[in-house]
Each structure stands twice: as C-alpha cells, then as structure tokens.
C-alpha cells in the first residue's frame, strides 16, 4: 500500500477535521502519499480526488464542519455508482481507503469492501453516538455540549416564566444526545425512542418538576419521526393537561455545528492515527472503537445497524435527580 484516501461522509460532526488532519499526518509520517475525496462517496463516484499534503490540513484542529465537504449519497447506494467509484480509485493510484462517518457512511464502505478488493478502515464520525463496538463517537462529546449550553439557556426563561419546555435534539434513530443531555442540565425528563414513555407518566414527571422550588420543568425529546418529537409531544400534553404553560424548542442543525471540544479533538485524533497503524497491520473493514478508553478494531458488521443498549441507569439517575 503506497497511496491512502480519505473521505468524510454523511452528516458533518464537529472533530471531523481533527480526524483528517490526524489521518493525513501520520499517514505522510509513515511514508505514505494521502489523497482527499470531497463530498463524500459522491466524490469518489464522480472522480473529485485532491492531492494532500502536510500542509493541506494545517490549522484545521479547531474547526467544526468538514474541509472535505460532505455528502449523503444516492449513486453509491447502486451497484453501477460503487463500480464507477472503484474504478476512480484505481485511476487515482488509491490503494486504502479512511472514511469518516456514522452508520450510513460505514454500512456503505462495508458493502463496498465486499464487492471491491480495497481495504478500508472506518472512524466513527457522528453526533449521535449510535455504532456499535465503541463508547462513544467523534462529535458526541461537543453536541452534547451544545445541547447543555442551548438549555441552561432555555431554563433561566423557562424559570422566569414558569414555563413547561419541550427540548427536541437529534440522535437519529438513538436516545444518547437525550438521555445524557439531561442528566447534564438536570431536566424533569427524557424522552428517548429506547424507551416508551407514555403521556400520564410522563405528566407525574413534569408535576414533580413544577413542586421544586425552581417552578419550571424541561423535558429532551429524542427527536422520531414516528412519534412527532417534540411538537407531537407537546400537542398530547397540552390537550391533556391544558393547565401547563408549555413551549417547544427544536435545536435542529446547530448541535452538528461549531469548534469540537477538547475530548472530540483527542479522540479524533487518536482515532486518526490509528486508522493508519490498522492498515499497516494490514486490517480491513474495521472500524475503530473506543471502550474503556482503549482504541480497539470494530468489523463493520458488528459496528453498523446495531442496537447500542441504553443504560437503565442513567434513565433512572435523570428521575431521582430531578425529584
Ligand atoms: O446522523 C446525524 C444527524 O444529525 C441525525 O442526528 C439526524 O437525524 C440527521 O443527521 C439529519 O440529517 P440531515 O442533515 O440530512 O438533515
């Protein structure tokens, strides 16, 4: 292997860059020539490959989003677009392949490695924190951040104004960015797609919320399309409980935003650099993992579609300390 590629996929996650630059760096370190794919596997597919230096991911650190550019696929999704991109990279001289993304972008390198004869290396590149085989994932840490700030915010309105607010984050189809975002503001409660909660529970933790001193109560709603998030949340409740002065913040894309925290920046790029040692192992189709603060090699199979158990107690931490 002489020439490593490297593509960021799906949607952005802030430490992203941290990643590039550690896999860009430690690959030159070893000898290799590195290549950057923009847009993702859109890039591979339409043949948009750069040469990087050194020099191509100075003072990128502490930039959120990617330099890479990102994209969410359709072509690479058909048999023909995987062809296309395989033979992209054949003509590029690219004979190892890094990308960075979550369960979409890494389901999709694994089909690829498959078909192709090109070893690949994964690094979890999400907010959502929903692969499986590692703790957690490059972006979690500073969404999760975000969200802390964002309702530390609502609450000193909520609390002036008595106020019931319904938090909608992301998570795709996860309830981490919820669950952990409310231990880490002290909400009356989370509502995550692991769990049903059903609308008479969930109205015994708002009142227990409104008999502190505090008067305000705060519920993070994973957002799910299947329930209606945080809006569908907030119709039930009101038309039930009409007596609840109650409001609805969705936080949408800005927790995929913004300048990774220092442990997204660590984690990226430890993550980075080992990508580069895997392939000299001569690893393929893993992805890297981190449990219990050891670096490990995840298969794709094992890391992607998988349902990351929630830990019961944290759900019941939110509870008891928001009685
Ligand atoms: O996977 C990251 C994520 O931000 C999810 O939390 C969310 O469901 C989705 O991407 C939003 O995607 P888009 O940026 O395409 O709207």
């Known amino acids: 292997i002489k020439c490593i590629g490297i593509l960021t996929s799906g949607g952005d996650a802030p430490g992203m860059n941290a990643a590039i630059r550690a896999v860009t760096r430690t690959a030159i370190y070893n000898g290799f020539t590195v290549k950057g794919i923009l847009r993702g596997y859109r890039g591979l597919v339409t043949n948009e490959i750069v040469d990087f230096h ?30 296309q991109a395989y033979e992209n990279l054949k003509a590029a001289g690219i004979d190892a392949l890094v990308v960075i993304g979550g369960d979409g972008s890494l389901s999709g390198a694994n089909i690829f490695a498959q078909e192709h004869d090109i070893p690949i290396v994964g690094l979890p590149g999400t907010i ?117 002065d109650a409001r609805v913040t969705i936080l949408g894309h800005i927790q995929r935003g913004g300048s990774p925290s220092a442990q997204d920046r660590i984690l990226a790029s430890r993550m980075g ?15 890297i993992g981190i449990q219990n603060n050891e670096l490990v090699y995840v298969p794709f199979s094992r890391a992607v579609r998988h349902n990351k158990s929630i830990n019961r107690d944290y759900v019941n931490l939110v509870k008891i300390l928001s009685m």
Request: glycine fraction near 10%; charged fraction near 25%.
């Open 54 to 83: 050194s020099s191509s991911v100075s003072n990128i650190i502490q930039l959120g989003g990617t330099i890479l550019k990102t994209a969410r696929c359709e072509e690479f999704k058909s048999v023909e677009g995987r062809q």
């Open 128 to 244: 959502d924190n929903d692969l499986g085989g590692t703790d957690a994932t490059i972006g979690y840490d500073t969404a999760l951040n975000t969200i802390m700030e964002a309702v530390d915010k609502l609450r000193d309105t909520a609390s002036s104004h008595e106020r019931l607010f319904f938090v909608e984050v992301m998570g795709h189809t996860a309830g981490y960015l919820a669950l952990n975002g409310a231990i880490a503001t002290g909400s009356e409660a989370a509502i995550i797609p692991e769990m049903d909660t059903e609308v008479d529970q969930l109205a015994e933790l708002i009142s227990q919320g409104f008999r502190k001193s505090k008067n305000s109560a705060i519920v993070i709603v994973a957002e799910n399309p299947r329930t209606g998030g945080a809006m569908g949340l907030a119709e039930r409740v009101k038309k039930e409980f009409p007596q609840y």
């Open 273 to 287: 650099a080992m990508a580069i040692q895997a392939i000299m192992e001569g690893q393929r189709n893993v992805m």
